[in-house]
Every structure is written in structure tokens, then in C-alpha cells.
């Protein structure tokens, strides 16, 4: 075994610097806020803004997760995923308007289960959605990314058209439930409680999918479709099945990240699921494409940048991700945590 001239083991290096590596895009999100507290000066302003920006971040993730997975399993550009963002903000939206004695309660408990029968009649809804339009219109043009942007924009606009069908064309504002309504205060830091329910949901999402996907024999099946989808079939499996789940569970995160967001904006629109998909695909972009680790740490820098920079720079907040994705491309063009594909 050949050594350096410091004596170590030239096997040893490449491990150390592969470890290094792979640990920077971590610490990004803290370098992030560390450069900001300095630029900021105040810590309970910088408290605020932080919270703020992870729980646009949580968001951000939970509708950009499914999206990532499709794209890195079924090599599919799918975008139409703006339009379960939409259809789940509409039908959750709809459930908290028909529970006004839940929502107007002053019990948390009713406030919750409210918001979460709200969650499930959207993530059903999109989840259904999304299986009729993987069937319909993403099948046919598997392996052809050109039809798939054309056909997917097409779905987005259809699905656009049907909401101004069922719902109207006008937007509907909605209060949040009331436990949810103001801030908790620490001195003179001022939490939103929305947006400390929005962080904590969007942990649990992040972490139960790190979990099937590392810890269940499903997981298993579709991390090896991602970094080799024919050899996956070689051994049996029906990938196809596989892609269908994926599918429709991304659909079904996309509703479920459409009613927080109604929830955050308090009010949707029939085009907000659109508007938000230039945030999630840079998201997706700089996490690496197939990563939801990759895909967590880009919505939290995300979420974090857009609220440090709206205060410090007004008018530089609205090209500052923009910015971030260009910066982060030139440094790793794969993204921040990318996922090795073999095809």
C-alpha cells in the first residue's frame, strides 16, 4: 500500500475527500443563515425570518418531493404536476368551508382534525387524478420528453379549465382554522403558529419518506429503479406497477402540499398551482433530480433565500432563487445531492 508524504495511505484520501464531498451540500442551508444572521444584525428578526423561510421551505418540499420521484424513477417531465397542486388546494379548501363550526372552534383539537380531513379529501382526490393521468396521458409518451413537456402543459390546462368548471373562476379566500390564527411570543421573537404546524408537518413527510424509501422492502425496489430500472425488471419485479405508485403518490403530496399552501396564502386560485411550479423545479434542479435529500436541503436554501432576501433586498427577493440555482449548478452541475443512474 503506497503513502504520502504525510504517512497516510493513499487508499485513504479519496475516502476524505469523497467525505467532505458529499458533507458540504449539507451545511449549505447553515451557511445560508449563519451569512444572513451577520447581514440581518438582529437575532429575533433573524429568528422570525428563519422560521418563516423553513416552513415556504416545508412546503415547497412536500409539493417538489413527488415531483423529484417521478422524474428520477419514470424519467418523466411532468409538467402537469402544478395542477394537483391546485385541484388538492381547491378540495381541501372546500372541506374546511362545509366545517365552519370545526374551523371557527376555539379547540385546537377540532382546528386540527379539520385541516386534517381537509388533507385527506385532497391527497384522495389528487391521488385519483393522478392515476387517470398517468393512464391517459403520460403513458403513451414514455421515452419522448418533448411530447411529455407538450402533453403535461396540455393536462395542466385542462385541469385548469375543469376547476373554473366545478368551482368558478373567482378566487376563494379563506381564514385559517383559529387555533392557527396569530403567533406565538418569546420576548420579542413572534412565531406564527400556521407556520410552526407547516414546519412540523413537512418534517414528518420528509422523514416517513426517508423511511419507506430506506427502510421497507418498497423503498428497495424503487431506489433500484431509479439508478437501474432494467435491471429491476430482470429480477421480476413489476416496475411498471412501481410506476404507477409513484405516481399517484406524488400526485397525492402534490394535493397535500396544495392545502397548506391555500392555507399559507389564505386564499387559491385556479392558476396557483402554475405559479408555484418555477419554485418547485428549481427545487428539484438544484436538489439533484431523484434526490429527496437533495430535494429537501434545495427547498429549505429556497424558502430560506426568498424570506432573507425580501427583507434585505426587496427587489432583488423575486431573481434571487434564480440566482442560487445558477450559483449552485456552477459549482455541482448535478445538483447538490444527485442520484447515480444507470440506463
Same mark, same amino acid.
Given at each position: 500500500?503506497?503513502?504520502?508524504?504525510?504517512?497516510?495511505?493513499?487508499?485513504?484520501? =479519496?475516502? %476524505?475527500?469523497?467525505?467532505?464531498?458529499?458533507?458540504? $451540500?449539507?451545511?449549505?442551508?447553515?451557511?445560508?443563515?449563519?451569512?444572513? /444572521?451577520? %447581514?440581518?444584525?438582529?437575532?429575533?428578526?433573524?429568528?422570525?425570518?428563519?422560521?418563516?423561510?423553513?416552513?415556504?421551505?416545508?412546503?415547497?418540499?412536500?409539493?417538489?418531493?413527488?415531483?423529484?420521484?417521478?422524474? !428520477?424513477?419514470?424519467?418523466?417531465?411532468?409538467?402537469?404536476?402544478?395542477?394537483?397542486?391546485?385541484?388538492?388546494?381547491?378540495?381541501?379548501?372546500?372541506? %374546511?368551508?362545509?366545517? $365552519?363550526?370545526?374551523?371557527?372552534?376555539?379547540?385546537?383539537? %377540532?382546528?386540527?382534525?379539520?385541516?386534517?380531513?381537509? &388533507?385527506?379529501?385532497?391527497?384522495?382526490?389528487?391521488?385519483?387524478?393522478?392515476?387517470?393521468?398517468?393512464?391517459?396521458? &403520460?403513458? =403513451?409518451?414514455?421515452?419522448?420528453? /418533448?411530447?411529455?413537456?407538450?402533453?403535461?402543459?396540455?393536462?395542466?390546462? &385542462?385541469?385548469?379549465?375543469?376547476?373554473?368548471?366545478?368551482?368558478? =373562476?373567482?378566487?376563494?379566500?379563506?381564514?385559517? $382554522?383559529?387555533?392557527?390564527?396569530?403567533?406565538?411570543?418569546? !420576548?420579542?421573537?413572534? *412565531?406564527?403558529?400556521?407556520?410552526?404546524?407547516?414546519?412540523?408537518?413537512?418534517?414528518?413527510?420528509?422523514?416517513?419518506?426517508?423511511?419507506?424509501?430506506?427502510?421497507?422492502?418498497?423503498?428497495?425496489?424503487?431506489?433500484? !429503479?431509479?439508478?437501474?430500472?432494467?435491471?429491476?425488471?430482470? /429480477?421480476?419485479?413489476?416496475?411498471?406497477?412501481?410506476? *404507477?405508485?409513484?405516481?399517484?403518490?406524488?400526485?397525492?403530496?402534490?394535493?397535500?402540499? !396544495? &392545502?397548506?399552501?391555500? /392555507?399559507?396564502?389564505?386564499?387559491?386560485?385556479?392558476?396557483?398551482?402554475?405559479?408555484?411550479?418555477?419554485?418547485?423545479?428549481?427545487?428539484?434542479?438544484?436538489?439533484?433530480?431523484?434526490?429527496?435529500?437533495?430535494?429537501?436541503?434545495?427547498?429549505?436554501?429556497?424558502?430560506?433565500?426568498?424570506?432573507?432576501?425580501?427583507?434585505?433586498?426587496?427587489?432583488?427577493?423575486?431573481?434571487?432563487?434564480?440566482?442560487?440555482?445558477?450559483?449552485?449548478?456552477?459549482?455541482? =452541475?448535478?445538483?447538490?445531492? $444527485?442520484?447515480?443512474?444507470?440506463?
Amino acid at each position: 500500500m503506497s503513502t504520502n508524504d504525510n504517512g497516510l495511505s493513499a487508499t485513504r484520501a =479519496p475516502k %476524505l475527500s469523497l467525505l467532505s464531498e458529499r458533507n458540504l $451540500p449539507l451545511l449549505a442551508t447553515a451557511i445560508v443563515s449563519l451569512a444572513a /444572521l451577520a %447581514l440581518i444584525g438582529q437575532f429575533d428578526t433573524w429568528v422570525t425570518l428563519t422560521l418563516a423561510g423553513l416552513a415556504m421551505g416545508m412546503m415547497i418540499f412536500v409539493m417538489a418531493s413527488g415531483l423529484t420521484l417521478v422524474f !428520477g424513477l419514470m424519467d418523466v417531465l411532468n409538467f402537469g404536476h402544478g395542477a394537483f397542486i391546485s385541484l388538492g388546494a381547491f378540495a381541501g379548501i372546500s372541506v %374546511l368551508l362545509m366545517l $365552519p363550526s370545526w374551523t371557527g372552534a376555539d379547540v385546537a383539537f %377540532l382546528n386540527i382534525a379539520a385541516i386534517l380531513l381537509a &388533507v385527506v379529501a385532497a391527497m384522495g382526490l389528487t391521488g385519483v387524478a393522478g392515476y387517470v393521468f398517468e393512464r391517459v396521458i &403520460v403513458k =403513451p409518451v414514455y421515452g419522448d420528453h /418533448l411530447k411529455q413537456i407538450l402533453i403535461t402543459m396540455g393536462g395542466l390546462i &385542462v385541469t385548469e379549465q375543469l376547476i373554473y368548471v366545478l368551482w368558478g =373562476p373567482d378566487e376563494i379566500t379563506i381564514l385559517r $382554522p383559529l387555533a392557527l390564527q396569530g403567533s406565538f411570543t418569546f !420576548g420579542t421573537i413572534a *412565531i406564527e403558529k400556521f407556520r410552526l404546524l407547516a414546519v412540523v408537518l413537512g418534517l414528518i413527510i420528509f422523514f416517513a419518506m426517508r423511511w419507506t424509501l430506506n427502510g421497507t422492502r418498497l423503498g428497495l425496489v424503487i431506489r433500484a !429503479g431509479v439508478e437501474n430500472r432494467e435491471m429491476v425488471s430482470a /429480477l421480476g419485479y413489476r416496475i411498471s406497477m412501481v410506476f *404507477i405508485l409513484v405516481f399517484v403518490a406524488g400526485s397525492a403530496l402534490a394535493g397535500f402540499g !396544495g &392545502v397548506l399552501w391555500g /392555507l399559507y396564502e389564505e386564499v387559491v386560485t385556479a392558476h396557483m398551482g402554475m405559479n408555484v411550479m418555477i419554485l418547485i423545479f428549481i427545487v428539484v434542479i438544484i436538489g439533484g433530480l431523484g434526490s429527496v435529500e437533495g430535494c429537501f436541503i434545495g427547498a429549505l436554501m429556497v424558502g430560506l433565500l426568498a424570506n432573507y432576501t425580501g427583507y434585505l433586498a426587496p427587489k432583488v427577493a423575486l431573481g434571487s432563487n434564480i440566482l442560487l440555482m445558477v450559483l449552485i449548478l456552477m459549482w455541482r =452541475p448535478e445538483g447538490l445531492l $444527485p442520484v447515480n443512474k444507470s440506463r
